[in-house]
């Protein structure tokens, strides 16, 4: 892990640390508790050491976050949380070791019973503590009366261990960092082989059972150095992004960004000029102007002029869009390098100044029909659609997307005006306007068969039965109904006459029909039909029956 490694002081301490926990458990003389009260000063030591040095950390993160607060915030923010989680850690350990040490020195196991006694168990040296050689009371905290330990504070302990390390580990934003910190935690509460027991140990058994208190205190303050450790090197990760994330520039280039390269008549063209690297404490100086040679940079006559409004490093030039057609412009970026020389970048580009124009085109014919949507394309050359905007004087206009429009109009008024504007550059100027005529939509065809007059056989017409109105030579996908109509025929000089609704032939009219000679004349009338929001009447279909 990047960051604090630990100290061969502090590795030496974690091996006698073993060593003597292995030496009790055999028995030993109780003059090894001196060597764990020795131990644990030097746990103590490491502690606060370890403590001093990530307040450190703390103290250049506050330092860099003064002088860059937006690009330091982030990191700060997940350093204050790694602060928040080893607190929180920490004062749990501590006070798990203060009731360790209340219970078995004064019997005191809980701090609001007895207050000035778990005082001085917060604050007494393990060398003072006449327990240290008990194990029976720190057991029945630590593992409580369950045999395996879940129901004791050190089941407690691994969980909030274990949560530490997922919440430590989280703060890192690459993969690689938190796999790297993952193999270099401190802390592992993974079950272990017991040798001596011949069987797999849990964490809690294993560092707990018939441990004394000695011991229980000097391991509690080892977590207490790791917590800060995993504090420190988290920490020293994050501070050190600080800078990571950096640009590394080997070059530097001169560049021109303009808002658009087509302006209209009237509007305004405006570029961003600047190297692709800049010192953010000094402007560079721009010149442009016909009087600067492009390929050396130098200022060849007097028709140069100086940029003098910067955004963060990057000069803007402006200048009125006056007579159409195609412009070019060149110029210099001078930077002073690190070393007081000045540097030469020459530029060049271009722009179009064209006429204010706007196209308006119906898509299906060049006028608008009542009742029906009719679509439309607007668009201005130059300009985004969503930057075009349309209205109309007679009728509504709604916008499809991508230029599209479909308009509505009503009877009325015999012409409508669509006009047309656009936002460049935050202006809003008129791109011009199209006058459109509005018409009702011509009348259908009214066939039966296939035919609106002529020859006609028996058999055809008594099985087309249906007569259909036809849109002829007209784009739009409009249809009409036949609503009602008339037939006539002569019968022995007689004209016969048959009314119906609908657009089929009645049973009386085929009837009649089938009895009707060859050469008989039959006229379908007063043929009314509804579509495009109104009924029209269609011109008659005159037939003469044949075989």
């Known amino acids: ?68 607060p937006n690009k330091v915030k982030p990191f700060l923010d997940k350093a204050f949380k790694a602060q928040k989680y080893s607190q929180e850690l920490s004062k749990y350990i501590s006070d798990l070791r203060t009731q360790i040490i209340a219970f078995t020195e004064f019997g005191v196991k809980d701090k609001s019973k007895n207050p000035e006694k778990w005082g001085i168990a917060d604050t007494i040296k393990l060398s003072d503590v006449e327990a240290k050689d008990n194990y029976d009371k720190p057991m029945q905290i630590l593992i409580g009366h369950t045999e395996d330990g879940s129901a004791g504070e050190g089941m407690i302990l691994k969980t909030k261990l274990e949560t530490f390390k997922k919440n430590m580990l989280a703060l890192l934003d690459s993969k690689k960092d938190r796999d790297a910190a993952e193999k270099s935690f401190p802390i592992n509460t993974e079950d272990a082989y017991s040798y001596t027991e011949e069987k797999v140990e849990n964490w809690v058994m294993r560092n707990f059972y018939r441990t004394v208190l000695a011991a229980d205190v000097a391991l509690l303050n080892k977590f207490l150095i790791d917590v800060k450790t995993v504090e420190g090197d988290i920490i020293a990760k994050l501070y050190s992004s ?29 570029a961003q000029i600047f190297v692709a690297a800049y010192d953010s404490k000094k402007n560079p100086e721009i010149l442009i102007g016909s009087g600067i040679d492009t390929v050396t940079g130098e200022k060849v006559g007097a028709d140069v002029i100086t ?103 009503a009877a009325g008024p015999p012409n409508t005006t669509v006009n047309v504007s656009a936002n ?10 199209s006058l459109f005529r509005i018409k009702k939509v011509p009348n259908p065809v009214a066939k039966i068969g296939g035919i609106s007059e002529g020859v006609i ?17 007209f784009d739009f996908e409009l249809f009409f109904k036949v609503i009602s109509f008339t037939m006539s025929m002569v019968v022995t000089g007689d004209i016969v006459e048959f009314k119906t609704t609908g657009n089929q032939l009645s049973a009386d009219m085929i009837a009649k029909l089938q009895t009707a000679r060859l050469g008989t004349k039959v006229y379908l009338e007063d043929i009314k039909a509804y579509g495009a929001g109104e009924t029209r009447k269609l011109p008659s279909i005159n037939l003469k029956l044949t075989n």
């Open 1 to 68: 892990m990047a960051g604090y490694k630990e100290t061969p002081r502090q590795k030496m301490i974690g091996m006698i640390y073993l060593v003597l926990t292995a030496l009790l458990a055999l028995n030993v003389s109780k003059d090894i508790l001196n060597a764990f009260v020795i131990v644990n000063q030097g746990l103590v030591t490491s502690q606060e050491n370890t403590s001093d040095k990530n307040n450190l950390i703390y103290t250049n993160f506050q330092k860099a976050y003064m002088n860059n």
């Open 242 to 270: 600080v800078e990571a994330g950096d640009f590394k520039f080997d070059k530097v280039v001169a560049k021109v960004v303009p808002k658009s390269n087509y302006i209209l008549l009237g509007s305004e063209y405006e």
């Open 307 to 409: 940029l003098d409004k910067f955004e963060e490093g990057m000069g803007i030039y402006k200048v009125p869009g006056s007579g159409i057609g195609e412009k070019k412009y060149s110029g210099v970026i001078n930077v002073i390098t690190p070393y007081g020389e000045t540097k030469a970048y020459p530029f060049k580009s271009e722009y179009v100044v064209g006429q204010p124009s706007a196209t308006v085109s119906a898509d299906k014919m060049n006028v608008f029909y009542i009742g029906v949507e009719n679509p439309v394309t607007i668009s201005v050359p130059g300009v985004a659609n969503v930057n075009v905007h349309a209205s109309m004087t007679a009728g509504t206009l709604t916008p499809s997307g991508g230029g599209k429009y479909i308009v509505t109009v």
């Open 424 to 433: 460049i550059g935050g202006r809003v100027t008129p791109m011009g306007n």
């Open 457 to 473: 056989s028996k058999p055809v017409l008594m099985a087309a039965k249906t007569i259909v109105p036809v849109m002829e030579n």
